[in-house]
C-alpha cells in the first residue's frame, strides 16, 4: 500500500499523548466527597476521560444534563481539576521517545483536542511541551469539535503541512472519523481511555496498536525507509 512521505503526527491528548486520568479521577472523586457520596473506582472514571467533563458528572451523579444542578456540579469539577492539572499527569510510556525521534527526524507533531484550551495550555506549559509542538488545536478555538474536521485542518494549516501526508493518533471513534473528514489516515491505539463495552477494531482505523512502543516502532520504520522529509537521521543504538 503506497504512503505518502510523512509531514507531521498529531495527536489526541487525554488517553492518547498524556496520561490525565489520575488526576481528572482525584477532582471527580473530591467533588463526591463534597457531595457526601462513596468515591468511584479508577478504572471505572478513566474509562469516562476522554469524553469530558459532561460524561464525568454523568458517571457519577444522578442529575439530568439540563439541569441547573448538573451544571452546577460540572463547573465545580471543573474548578476541582483546574487547580491540579498536573500532580500525577504524564507522557504515556515511549511517547517522549516518539516526540524526540519526531523532532530529531523533522517531522513536525502536534496535538488536536477536544479540551478547551484554558485547561490544555496551561497543562502543556507545565509540561514543558507547548512550545515543542507545531500546533495545539482545541475545540473552543477552531469552531468545532472532534469529529468535525475543522481542527484538524486548522492543525494543518498551522504547520503548514497536507493533511494526506498527517497521521492522527487518538483513542476513541470519533479520532477516527475526525481524521477521515479531513483526509489524513488515523491510528488508533487500545491502551487508551477506551469506554466499556467499545471495539477498537471496529472503529475503521486505518492501523490499529497497542501501546506507544508500537508506534515508536512503525515510525522508525517510516524514518529508516525515506517516507519522511529528513532522510539524515538514523536511529540510535
Same mark, same amino acid.
Given at each position: 500500500?503506497?504512503?505518502?512521505?510523512?509531514?507531521?503526527?498529531?495527536? *489526541?491528548?487525554?488517553? @492518547?499523548?498524556?496520561?490525565?486520568?489520575?488526576?481528572?479521577?482525584?477532582?471527580?472523586?473530591?467533588? $463526591?466527597?463534597?457531595?457526601?457520596?462513596?468515591?468511584?473506582?479508577?478504572?471505572?472514571?478513566?474509562?469516562?476521560?476522554?469524553?469530558?467533563?459532561?460524561?464525568?458528572?454523568?458517571?457519577?451523579? *444522578?442529575?439530568?444534563?439540563?439541569? *441547573?444542578?448538573?451544571?452546577?456540579?460540572?463547573?465545580?469539577?471543573?474548578?476541582?481539576?483546574?487547580?491540579?492539572?498536573?500532580?500525577? @499527569?504524564?507522557?504515556?510510556?515511549?511517547?517522549?521517545?516518539?516526540?524526540?525521534?519526531?523532532?530529531?527526524?523533522?517531522?513536525?507533531?502536534?496535538?488536536?483536542?477536544?479540551?478547551?484550551?484554558?485547561?490544555?495550555?496551561?497543562?502543556?506549559?507545565?509540561?514543558?511541551?507547548?512550545?515543542?509542538?507545531?500546533?495545539?488545536?482545541?475545540?473552543?478555538?477552531?469552531?468545532?469539535?472532534?469529529?468535525?474536521?475543522?481542527?484538524? $485542518?486548522?492543525?494543518?494549516?498551522?504547520?503548514?503541512?497536507?493533511?494526506?501526508?498527517?497521521?492522527?493518533?487518538? *483513542?476513541?471513534?470519533?479520532?477516527?472519523?475526525?481524521?477521515?473528514?479531513?483526509?489524513?489516515?488515523?491510528?488508533?491505539?487500545?491502551?487508551?481511555?477506551?469506554?466499556?463495552?467499545?471495539?477498537?477494531?471496529?472503529?475503521?482505523?486505518?492501523?490499529?496498536?497497542? @501501546?506507544?512502543?508500537?508506534?515508536?516502532?512503525?515510525?522508525?520504520?517510516?524514518?529508516?525507509?525515506?517516507?519522511?522529509?529528513?532522510?539524515?537521521?538514523?536511529?540510535?543504538?
Amino acid at each position: 500500500m503506497y504512503e505518502p512521505p510523512l509531514q507531521a503526527v498529531l495527536f *489526541d491528548l487525554d488517553g @492518547t499523548l498524556v496520561d490525565t486520568a489520575r488526576d481528572m479521577a482525584h477532582a471527580l472523586n473530591r467533588l $463526591l466527597a463534597e457531595e457526601d457520596q462513596p468515591p468511584l473506582e479508577y478504572e471505572l472514571i478513566r474509562s469516562e476521560v476522554s469524553h469530558g467533563a459532561r460524561a464525568m458528572i454523568s458517571l457519577a451523579f *444522578d442529575a439530568p444534563e439540563e439541569s *441547573d444542578r448538573f451544571e452546577s456540579l460540572r463547573q465545580r469539577f471543573l474548578d476541582i481539576y483546574r487547580h491540579n492539572l498536573h500532580i500525577d @499527569t504524564a507522557l504515556f510510556s515511549d511517547m517522549d521517545r516518539i516526540l524526540d525521534m519526531l523532532e530529531v527526524a523533522g517531522i513536525a507533531w502536534g496535538i488536536v483536542t477536544n479540551k478547551p484550551a484554558w485547561l490544555t495550555l496551561p497543562l502543556l506549559e507545565s509540561m514543558q511541551l507547548q512550545h515543542r509542538a507545531a500546533t495545539v488545536v482545541c475545540a473552543d478555538t477552531a469552531g468545532a469539535a472532534k469529529p468535525d474536521a475543522r481542527p484538524m $485542518l486548522a492543525a494543518c494549516r498551522e504547520a503548514d503541512v497536507v493533511p494526506g501526508h498527517c497521521v492522527y493518533v487518538g *483513542d476513541d471513534v470519533r479520532d477516527v472519523e475526525a481524521a477521515h473528514n479531513a483526509g489524513m489516515s488515523c491510528i488508533a491505539l487500545r491502551c487508551g481511555y477506551i469506554r466499556r463495552g467499545h471495539d477498537v477494531d471496529e472503529w475503521g482505523a486505518d492501523r490499529v496498536m497497542d @501501546t506507544p512502543a508500537e508506534l515508536l516502532h512503525w515510525l522508525e520504520q517510516q524514518v529508516q525507509s525515506g517516507r519522511n522529509p529528513s532522510p539524515q537521521f538514523h536511529l540510535q543504538g
